[in-house]
């Protein structure tokens, strides 16, 4: 079964069954919708509302789903869980989504109350705009990106209220901010948290696992990585993690709705799959042979491009018209000779390195 059946399925309280990782998988994948958009007291600080009361409080249904991949599983997702004595009790507040293009930052979270005592803080991974795939990329150079800063900022606020115990988690990019929370965080605030799940989100530049910091709160950090993982094995990673089944192949497995669980756990598997290791391996290695200022002008290049077609959502470059597609390549063309060349070899290298993903080819590469 997946999280929707889970959901359904599962309605023994926190009380009988204690809060467990497929709680969390479910929690940081309602963090992606747009609570903005139809429940604006979430947003408000005062009292939580509660999940199982959407049906009377939501007025504009269809807009919380805006721009959510997969809108239908979605819907599935939150009906169950608003039906669920589990899950209906919980209080949604704190919402906090904001898109900020000048310094490159896309951030958002809600915090989830399990109890008097007890909150789970969910950062959102990286949604559907430009500028949310951008800071995702600026990853590989820069560090802290600014959505990091708001996460260890939100948290140490959340933390700051009554509640005395603290789960904390994301998917995907969510996942990445709710490990760079808390391994930020002041003391007073880890000693508040319980556990901190990280599904699937990409890891930090090298080094930052042999901080003195990272190594006191790896611990408490669980990370969870599908058995063909592409983002959470990019970068350096917590070198813990457990492998979880999916039932898609290659980067779709980095779909929650995909990962297999058997009661109250994810299905496990021994070993990441050959492609991913290839991956891990061969990216570090080629990441390793650019310098930070290479790695920025890949970056700021490439979507420097892509920007030029004026859209606002990966989503829309799909329905893309002629007008945009020859901005693009006019942006391309007005680059000089060294960054076209440079930009060119860096995509045929990744080609290179996910093809051989996709076949899971071993055999070393040079690059």
């Known amino acids: 079964m997946n999280i929707i059946d889970y959901a359904k399925q599962e309605k023994r309280t926190l009380s009988q069954l204690p809060f467990n990782e497929v709680d969390s998988l479910i929690l940081s994948q309602l963090a992606y919708l747009n609570f903005d958009r139809a429940l604006a007291k979430v947003k408000e600080n005062n009292s939580p509302l509660l999940v199982g009361d959407f049906k009377e409080t939501l007025k504009n249904y269809e807009q919380i789903f805006e721009h959510v991949r997969d809108p239908r599983s979605n819907k599935k997702l939150l009906a169950a869980v608003v039906a669920n004595p589990r899950f209906r009790n919980f209080g949604v507040t704190n919402y906090i989504n904001e898109v900020n293009?000048?310094?490159?930052?896309?951030?958002?979270?809600?915090?989830?109350?399990?109890?008097?005592?007890?909150?789970?803080?969910?950062?959102?991974?990286?949604?559907?705009?430009?500028?949310?795939?951008?800071?995702?990329?600026?990853?590989?150079?820069?560090?802290?990106?600014?959505?990091?800063?708001e996460a260890a900022a939100y948290l140490e606020k959340m933390a700051a209220k009554s509640y005395?115990?603290?789960?904390?988690?994301?998917?995907?990019?969510?996942?990445?901010?709710?490990?760079?929370?808390?391994?930020?965080?002041?003391?007073?605030?880890?000693?508040?948290?319980?556990?901190?799940?990280?599904?699937?989100g990409p890891g930090f530049k090298m080094?930052?696992?042999?901080?003195w910091r990272a190594k006191l709160m790896s611990g408490k950090i669980k990370k969870t990585l599908p058995q063909s993982s592409i983002v959470g094995i990019l970068l350096e990673t917590n070198p813990c993690y457990d492998i979880v089944k999916s039932k898609r192949f290659g980067?779709?497995?980095?779909?929650?709705?995909?990962?297999?669980?058997?009661?109250?756990?994810?299905?496990?598997?021994?070993?990441?799959?050959?492609?991913?290791?290839?991956l891990d391996k061969t990216l570090k290695t080629w990441l390793g042979q650019l310098s930070s200022e290479k790695r920025a002008l890949f970056v700021d290049t490439l979507f420097q491009i892509i920007s030029a077609s004026k859209v606002e959502d990966f989503s829309q470059l799909n329905k893309i018209g002629r007008s945009q597609i020859e901005a693009m390549?006019?942006?391309?063309?007005?680059?000089?000779?060294?960054?076209?060349?440079?930009?060119?070899?860096?995509?045929?290298?990744?080609?290179?390195?996910?093809?051989?993903?996709?076949t899971a080819g071993v055999k070393k590469k040079n690059f």
């Not at 005395?164 to 995907?172: A, I, M, P, R």
């Not at 080094?207 to 901080?211: A, L, N, R, V």
């Open 329 to 358: 390549i006019g942006a391309a063309k007005n680059l000089d000779q060294e960054t076209q060349d440079f930009l060119k070899q860096t995509l045929k290298n990744l080609g290179k390195i996910y093809w051989h993903y996709l």
């Open 207 to 211: 080094g930052f696992w042999q901080g």
């Open 164 to 200: 005395t115990k603290l789960f904390v988690g994301g998917h995907s990019k969510g996942g990445t901010l709710a490990a760079y929370s808390i391994i930020n965080a002041p003391w007073r605030v880890k000693k508040e948290v319980v556990a901190v799940y990280n599904h699937d």
């Open 101 to 149: 293009k000048k310094i490159e930052k896309q951030f958002a979270a809600v915090t989830f109350v399990l109890d008097a005592q007890t909150i789970y803080v969910a950062f959102r991974g990286t949604d559907d705009t430009i500028i949310g795939w951008k800071e995702d990329f600026n990853l590989v150079y820069l560090n802290p990106i600014p959505a990091q800063k």
């Open 251 to 278: 980067v779709m497995q980095h779909d929650p709705f995909s990962w297999q669980i058997n009661g109250d756990h994810f299905v496990l598997v021994d070993r990441i799959s050959k492609g991913s290791q290839y």
